[in-house]
């Protein structure tokens, strides 16, 4: 976990550093041994890391990233076709009869300027979608996520006698933005290329100790709307303000009318989170502007609830637009979805038990469903029997220090990277393993 930032200067960064990277001594007393081809690569993936970490890119604009990740597994004998979806990419590695297998990363940071005092620490800026500059960084672990993405491509080459089938390795664009998934199928990711039976996704999770495998049967994480609402008002002198309509006033009486939609109109037994995540409006303090811009996400687990809780939150802005007089009722605008991610059931049971087998019953714990919504969900409805699972990437010292600790999404987040990366690429190595092994054979 992320040490304070004063902390990360001179020898002392030098020391957490070192502390940091001691992959070859902390991996060899995991349980993660289960598959011991991973301890020889670990220096050339925490390489990997550290250079994906130092150059995160936005969503559609992963053009060096992907062009990093393709030539590796290209160099392995992997059939690669990149620009698949704008920036994504898909690699294939054919390997007799037997089942397709498809394993995802995401590639894309996020518009956040790091805090984490890493030396390796970001300092990247991007130009958005909007034309605005923006720092960014990969404060979602995406960076972890492809290191182990290539490592496992590494060593499912090397152990092809222990598999039949295809292997089919996604890189993904866009996922912070939750288009990329979609982009990749518009553009015929399972059309073009093999549709695999299995479909993989794994993430790091800032709850689980650091190399523990988090999984959770059926319905894990959430569906997420993201709404652009816009106020309308008439502008006005700010001390006038009779003489005008004040879309502020409107907009801050309808955030605190929405939180209501949770609190009491939704069954306290049904999940629900409305966030308000930015509010635009007005150029001075002497002027009442025209019109103030929100965007929210609403996140859900339930159709009906789904349905319900969007339909009252347009109700509460209208009502408060209503009841100031407004000229015009506030624009409401569903911009983007995710729908919920399913873990299919069966296909859970079975890489659980590998995973235990392979990693130890204690490597492998039962998750709650989450919030957080995730774009993975697509694969699932498009007919593929798909699992996302967690990796534990937090010290047990640091959970259990009763600390308010950075989350995912945060400028402080900060992954540790053992046994975090050894214990994922190990899980994939085996669940990917197991999925391709027609005989059903247990063991990585």
Request: charged content about 20%; overall charge negative.
């Amino acid at each position: 976990m992320k040490e304070p930032i004063g902390r990360w200067s001179g020898s002392a960064a030098a020391a957490a550093l070192a502390t940091m990277l001691s992959a070859g001594a902390v991996a060899a007393a995991q349980p993660q041994a289960g598959v011991p081809e991973v301890a020889p690569l670990l220096p050339e993936l925490e390489a990997l890391y550290r250079d994906l970490h130092e150059h995160p890119e936005l969503g559609f604009q992963e053009q060096r990233t992907a062009a990093e990740l393709a030539a590796r597994v290209r160099a392995l004998g992997y059939e690669v076709t990149t620009g698949v979806g704008k920036t994504g990419l898909v690699a294939l590695l054919r390997n007799g009869p037997g089942p397709t297998v498809m394993l995802r990363t995401e590639l894309d940071a996020l518009p956040i300027e790091e805090q984490t005092g890493l030396p390796f620490a970001s300092r990247a800026t991007a130009t958005n979608a909007a034309g605005a500059v923006v720092p960014v960084a990969h404060a979602c672990g995406h960076d972890l996520h492809m290191t182990a993405w290539y490592g496992t491509a590494k060593l499912m080459a090397q152990r092809r006698e222990r598999w039949r089938g295809t292997l089919m390795l996604v890189g993904q664009p866009a996922e912070e933005i939750g288009d990329g998934a979609a982009a990749m199928l518009a553009d015929g990711l399972f059309t073009r290329f093999p549709k695999p039976d299995f479909a993989i996704g794994v993430h790091d999770e800032p709850t689980l100790p650091s190399g523990v495998v988090g999984y959770r049967a059926g319905y894990f994480r959430a569906a997420v709307d993201a709404i652009e609402i816009v106020v309308h008002g008439r502008g006005g002198h700010g001390a006038y303000p009779h003489l005008a309509v004040d879309p502020i006033v409107i907009a801050a009486r309808a955030i605190l009318g929405i939180q209501t939609v949770v609190s009491r109109e939704t069954d306290a037994l049904a999940p629900v989170v409305v966030t308000v995540g930015a509010i635009n409006g007005g150029t001075a303090p002497n002027i009442i502007p025209d019109e103030v811009r929100m965007l929210l996400t609403v996140r859900t687990f339930d159709s009906a609830v789904r349905a319900r809780v969007l339909a009252a939150i347009r109700r509460q802005v209208d009502a408060e637009a209503t009841a100031a007089n407004a000229p015009r009722l506030p624009d409401f605008r569903v911009y983007d979805s995710a729908d919920m991610v399913y873990n299919d059931p069966a296909t859970t049971a079975r890489l659980v038990a590998a995973l235990q087998r392979g990693l130890g019953p204690d490597s492998v714990r039962e998750m709650p469903p989450q919030m957080g919504a995730e774009d993975f969900s697509q694969y699932g409805r498009a007919g593929v029997r798909a699992v996302l699972l967690h990796v534990g990437a937090v010290s047990p010292e640091d959970l259990a220090s009763g600390r308010p600790l950075p989350y995912l999404h945060s400028a402080l987040w900060a992954p540790q990277l053992e046994p975090t990366l050894h214990s994922m690429v190990a899980a994939e190595v085996i669940m990917l393993t197991e999925l391709l092994n027609t005989a059903h054979a247990h063991g990585p």
